[in-house]
């Protein structure tokens, strides 16, 4: 199976800052990766699919990039509403998994 | 737009079993594949097990493999999860989610429940 990693597990950042998070597959996935946002109890919700394709609705400050075994995602300008924790997800193939979260928290 | 909304939580004791349900609306059960995903307590999301669009496939973690079983009802657009044997390990939310945007192998997915509880202690 492959394993998802995230780095860091948590970030504390001001309004308008550039955050990035980081994803690492245990091998190589292509750009099938997605990130999701999730809010205290509340599902969650897919941003970026196939590694860099935004969701229908989602702010454009949000963007993600990467391939193989390394991803990013990117906040371009730190939003209060931005407060949540970010997962990726691989979907290469059969188990699909996730990574353990980032928790965003704004200064 | 689908909804999805889930329910059959309940707190049960170990060794016992509960069947959750998915109900769609806004789209039909058989053009999609819908996934399982729990969360447990204060943790991070967990995929469980899928049904392909056409009821043939089924996947399954290894965590639930031989316990958990999906199913679904094509006349009432339902998708059921049977939990069997619970263990403590098992207590989560338990969300349903649209499969969308495949590799041709596995999904991401779209649209999820609102989620339902499953507690299981003694």
């Known amino acids: 199976d492959i394993q998802m990693t995230q780095s860091p597990s948590t970030l504390s950042a001001s309004v308008g800052a550039r955050v990035t998070i980081t994803c690492r597959a245990s091998?190589?996935?292509?750009?099938?990766l997605a990130w999701y946002q999730q809010k205290p109890g509340k599902a969650p919700k897919l941003l970026i699919y196939?590694?860099?394709s935004l969701e229908r609705g989602v702010p454009s400050r949000f963007s993600g990039s990467g391939s193989g075994t390394e991803f990013t995602l990117t906040i371009s300008s730190l939003q209060p509403d931005d407060s949540a924790t970010y997962y990726c997800q691989h979907n290469s193939r059969y188990p699909p998994s996730f990574g353990p979260g980032t928790r965003v928290e704004i200064k | 737009q689908v909804h999805l909304v889930e329910s059959g939580g309940d707190v049960v004791q170990p060794g016992r079993s509960l069947r959750l349900s998915c109900a769609a609306s806004?789209?039909?059960?058989?053009?999609?594949?819908i996934h399982w995903v729990r969360q447990a307590p204060g943790k991070g999301l967990e995929w469980v097990a899928a049904?392909?669009?056409?009821?043939?496939?089924?996947y399954y973690s290894d965590s639930v493999k031989g316990r958990f079983t999906v199913s679904r009802d094509i006349t009432t657009n339902t998708q059921y999860l049977q939990l069997n044997n619970l263990r403590t390990e098992d207590t989560a939310v338990y969300y349903c989610?649209?499969?969308?945007?495949?590799?041709?192998?596995?999904?991401?997915?779209?649209?999820w429940g609102q989620g339902t509880m499953v507690t299981v202690s003694s």
């Open positions: 989610a649209r499969g969308a945007y495949t590799s041709g192998y596995c999904d991401v997915f779209d649209t």
């Open positions: 806004g789209s039909t059960l058989n053009l999609h594949i």
């Open positions: 196939m590694a860099s």
């Open positions: 049904e392909s669009f056409d009821g043939i496939s089924r």
């Open positions: 091998q190589s996935i292509s750009s099938w």
